[in-house]
């Protein structure tokens, strides 16, 4: 029997193969999971658009001085969820650390300050 005599056994084939690559591609979608790298440039240009992002909105003057820990989480784009340590150069207060969340789209031209928390 030939496979192109057999459309029932192709439809079946091709449902299967469709349904297997949605819910492996599913299974990322949503999950944090660590950023290796938490010094790649990619990174580091985050968190300086959200310490900026951050100071212009509360007329804050954070300065950033490390990356404490990271997590990626793929969305419509993909979130960025950094702690980091910065000090506080209006008040001369020692290094705190703050926790950022970006929505970032590269594709799009488009990244968006979420959240900007003292933790």
Not at 19 to 36: D, L, N, R, T
Not at 64 to 75: D, I, L, P, R
Not at 87 to 104: F, H, I, Q, R
Request: net charge positive.
């Amino acid at each position: 029997m030939e496979l192109k005599s057999c459309p029932l056994l192709s439809a079946v084939l091709l449902v299967l193969v469709a349904s297997f690559h949605y819910q492996v591609s599913a299974s990322f979608v949503g999950i944090w999971k660590p950023i290796e790298d938490l010094n790649s440039p990619l990174v580091l240009e985050i968190i300086r658009f959200a310490v900026s992002e951050h100071n212009k909105k509360d007329g804050a003057k954070l300065q950033f001085v490390k990356v404490v820990k990271g997590e990626k989480q793929v969305v419509e784009g993909f979130n960025y969820k950094l702690v980091i340590t910065a000090n506080d150069g209006a008040s001369g207060n020692a290094p705190g650390n703050y926790e950022a969340v970006v929505w970032d789209k590269p594709w799009a031209h488009f990244r968006q300050l979420t959240s900007f928390t003292k933790v």
